[in-house]
């Protein structure tokens, strides 16, 4: 934390026909003292695990993805299971009619029939396989699911975090204003500074009043894409998060990669998919295979169940060079597109390892920048100004441009915290775990 000393009044050598106001820069030095303690301020936070926990939960995209691979599960039973039964029912007068010219007799026959068509029992055992495969993808696409909702409710949380930094500081930007303001109307009206300078610190204030007007314009629209992340209410008011500061982490690239490839659930559902369609080409080239169809008869006659009949029946693929080649054919070339969008999946979410990784290295060494160099030479810059001013060799626009450089340089220490958050998040999701 860096706190200025007061200023000696020795110091000062100014010129007696321009004297300037003392107050103000005993504002100016109350000001970033105060304003320097945003750094290492505590506030009011609301738990990030505990939003995590929330949104698993209650989220209705989650809830979504979750329903519909509870759905592809309860198709694996019917894609083993056989078609229904035929029940025949056979009213015969016709017969009863030639029956009573040559025997005499006249009641008509009735036969009752069952029959069921079962396909060759390899073509039953791969399709349950490609049900089971289609419901591991679905598995892994909710599990995705949850790692997208995870990674925005961190993204989110941290640009509120922001926001309310953001606040602080342009709220205390505006009270220094405002103080050096009132100091400088008051040595105007008494012919000691010029109104120039009187009229550009009011402009500063205006400035400051239109940012937090839309700083509290976002702060209310990230805190209602929370809230819907979590299916509650978008007016809900939430406390204060807590923006993190530079993590400490220790892992290295290629052991990102290989998390990617093991855990990431998109690129596991990519795998499954794969799987489906090489299940999905055997059962294409089974189609060769006769299929068959049992019936079993029985007749009756004068209210007696009397004869009965059997068959047997099987299909004959004859016109195989029309449909069963072409089918193989089409699902071939299916097999061959999905290894290539698998391969590029893959080489998709290497890259954003890639890229997460290395935003994250590279935000982390500028945050760094940021809090042992940046802002501390802006907040010296700000004080030599400000002598410089006092002392008459300066004019009110360089205090000016100075006072902006530190609030842009906090601001952007800030952003910087929270784009290394965002990218972590990115990068936790890109390889499918908690790196924490």
């Not at 009270?175 to 300078?197: I, P, W």
């Not at 530079?246 to 052991?255: A, I, P, S, V």
């Not at 907040?379 to 060799?393: D, F, N, P, R, T």
């Amino acid at each position: 934390m860096i706190i200025y000393k007061h200023m000696k009044n020795k110091l000062i050598s100014r010129d007696r026909s321009r004297p300037v106001p003392t107050v103000a820069f005993f504002s100016l030095i109350g000001f970033l003292i105060f304003s320097s303690n945003v750094l290492g301020q505590e506030k009011e936070n609301i738990n990030l695990g505990l939003l995590i926990e929330k949104a698993l939960k209650q989220n209705l995209q989650i809830e979504v993805a979750k329903y519909r691979y509870e759905a592809s599960k309860a198709r694996i039973s019917q894609a083993s299971s056989l078609d229904d039964p035929q029940f025949e029912y056979k009213y015969d007068k016709i017969n009863a009619s030639m029956d009573a010219v040559m025997q005499g007799k006249t009641a008509p026959m009735r036969t009752f029939g069952v029959s069921q068509e079962i396909p060759f029992p390899t073509k039953l055992i791969l399709r349950a396989q490609i049900a089971v495969k289609e419901s591991q993808m679905a598995y892994e696409e909710y599990k995705e699911k949850e790692r997208e909702i995870i990674s925005q409710v961190k993204s989110l949380y941290a640009g509120l975090a922001f926001i309310y930094s953001s606040i602080d500081i342009t709220k205390e930007n505006k009270a220094f204003l405002e103080q050096l303001a009132r100091s400088l109307s008051t040595q105007y009206s008494l012919g000691k500074v010029r109104q120039e300078d009187a009229l550009k610190a009011q402009l500063e204030i205006a400035k400051m009043e239109n940012e937090l007007i839309m700083l509290e314009q976002k702060r209310q629209v990230t805190q209602a894409k929370i809230n819907v992340l979590l299916n509650q209410g978008p007016d809900i008011e939430l406390a204060r998060p807590e923006l993190m500061g530079n993590r400490g982490y220790k892992f290295n690239l290629e052991d990102m990669y290989k998390s990617a490839k093991d855990n990431r659930p998109e690129l596991k559902a990519f795998r499954f998919a794969l799987e489906r369609a090489r299940k999905t080409y055997s059962l294409a080239k089974q189609g060769y295979l006769p299929d068959f169809m049992v019936k079993y008869e029985r007749m009756e006659r004068d209210g007696e169940l009397k004869d009965w009949a059997g068959m047997v029946g099987i299909s004959l693929p004859i016109w195989f060079w029309q449909k069963q080649n072409f089918n193989v054919k089409e699902m071939r070339k299916e097999l061959k597109a999905m290894e290539a969008e698998f391969k590029n999946k893959e080489n998709m979410t290497l890259l954003e390892v890639k890229e997460a990784f290395s935003n994250v290295e590279a935000l982390k060494k500028l945050s760094v920048l940021f809090r042992t160099t940046y802002v501390p030479q802006a907040e010296q810059l700000l004080k030599s100004s400000s002598v410089s001013y006092e002392a008459g060799q300066a004019d009110f626009l360089n205090l000016l441009d100075s006072e902006r450089m530190l609030l842009e340089f906090k601001l952007d220490y800030y952003k910087t915290l929270v784009e290394m958050e965002v990218s972590f998040s990115e990068l936790e999701r890109s390889v499918g775990v908690e790196l924490e």
